[in-house]
T-cell receptor
Framework: GQQLNQSPQSMFIQEGEDVSMNCTSS?????WLWYKQDPGEGPVLLIA?????ELTSNGRLTAQFGITRKDSFLNISASIPSDVGIYFC???????????FGQGTRLTINP | GAGVSQTPSNKVTEKGKYVELRCDPI?????LYWYRQSLGQGPEFLIY????????DSGLPNDRFFAVRPEGSVSTLKIQRTERGDSAVYLC??????????????FGQGTRLTVV
């Protein structure tokens, strides 16, 4: 089945640093979604991308839909403590009303 | 509340027992999804309801798992003869329509199931 691979698996950064993570697939996705999950909570949608090449921002977050439709990246600028959590990319499975998720990138911010 | 509510938050059960996990979706949302999240992994699809009917149950791992949504609102995920490998966080999500990529799916906080 379709799979999404995220890298890196974990990141340890200093507050104020910029963050970049990406998501790749061997198959084409027509929509890319980025979620954040805090401990003990469900994932929350951050950004949705619908067109190849699209670049979308949400505050300090910027995400791009790769031109090949097989990858996407998420950038966070000037990280703050509340950015800590696990970031997931996801996309709708072909021909089905369900999402496929990557395995996540865990972000830790050193004080 | 205004969000998706799941109960219980935590459930510890003995191997072989039967469990029920409940999901209250956002009022008016016709689509409801169940996902399972193992430690260190992303959520994995289990089953999707459109209204009262299970439109796609292809993610249910075996016949010990069953879910219902009799009135098109609250859903219950039922697991028979639980096994230690069933231990995970079970997430429920709902969305306004069945077009998963057009409308945001809102997730509940999950039920952490531990089978001992």
């Amino acid at each position: 089945g379709q799979q999404l691979n995220q890298s890196p698996q974990s990141m340890f950064i200093q507050e104020g640093e910029d963050v970049s993570m990406n998501c790749t697939s061997s198959s084409i996705f027509n929509t890319w979604l980025w979620y954040k999950q805090d401990p003990g909570e469900g994932p929350v949608l951050l950004i949705a991308l619908y067109k190849a090449g699209e670049l979308t921002s949400n505050g300090r977050l910027t995400a791009q839909f790769g031109i090949t439709r097989k990858d996407s990246f998420l950038n966070i600028s000037a990280s703050i403590p509340s950015d800590v959590g696990i970031y997931f990319c996801a996309g709708p499975s072909q021909g089905a009303q369900k999402l496929v998720f990557g395995q996540g990138t865990r972000l830790t911010i050193n004080p | 509340g205004a969000g998706v509510s799941q109960t219980p938050s935590n459930k510890v059960t003995e191997k072989g027992k039967y469990v029920e996990l409940r999901c209250d979706p956002i009022s008016g949302h016709t689509a409801l999804y169940w996902y399972r999240q193992s430690l260190g992994q992303g959520p994995e699809f289990l089953i999707y309801f459109q209204g009262t009917g299970a439109a796609d149950d292809s993610g249910l791992p075996n016949d010990r798992f069953f879910a219902v949504r009799p009135e098109g609102s609250v859903s219950t995920l039922k697991i028979q003869r639980t096994e230690r490998g069933d231990s995970a966080v079970y997430l429920c999500a709902s969305s306004l329509t069945n077009r998963v990529f057009d409308t945001e799916a809102f997730f509940g906080q999950g039920t952490r199931l531990t089978v001992v």
